[in-house]
């Protein structure tokens, strides 16, 4: 696995290039989220001008708490339509995309996390009193509301 993705721009072909391969990710080791492995990557590169333009997909695998029954899942999060674009100065030999990279799955990571779609969520057992604390809330709301039509 590579520490950083750099894409060295004097060498780039004319037609651009197809580059793969694994970068190291940011650790992220949160209560709910946690990293292992590296971000695979597969991009598109060329240079448009004085523009490098990079496309493709990336994806990491995380091991994540389901935000319904709160049990741990691994997932891989997927980026299937990274781009980016950069300036290239004259002086410009190299770009990092690696900082870019980790960012597309960042923004990737659910907010919401469900193990399965179907995830029926924290089981209800019958002692729970869930239901007559919302029928009392009901009651609640019924008599303010009968009250403000009085006044
Ligand atoms: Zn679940």
Known sequence: ???????????????????????DAVDLDEEFVKSFGGIRYRLDVRLYGRE?????????????????CGKDFDDTVKVADYVSSHEIADNTVEVDLTESLRESIILALPT????????????????????????????????????????
């Not at 696995?1 to 970068?23: C, P």
């Not at 009901?138 to 509301?145: A, C, F, I, T």
Request: charged share 35%; hydrophobic share 30%; with cysteine.
């Open 1 to 23: 696995m590579d520490e950083k993705l750099i894409i060295d721009v004097s060498r780039l072909k004319s037609e651009g290039e197809t580059v793969s391969g694994e970068v």
């Open 52 to 68: 490098l333009l990079v496309r493709g997909s990336a994806e990491q695998d995380f091991d994540l708490v389901c935000s319904r």
């Open 112 to 151: 919401y996390p469900v193990c399965d779609e179907a995830c029926p969520g924290i089981e209800q057992t019958e002692e729970m009193p869930g239901d007559d604390r919302w029928g009392a809330l009901d009651q609640l709301k019924v008599q303010g509301e009968q009250e403000n039509g009085k006044s």
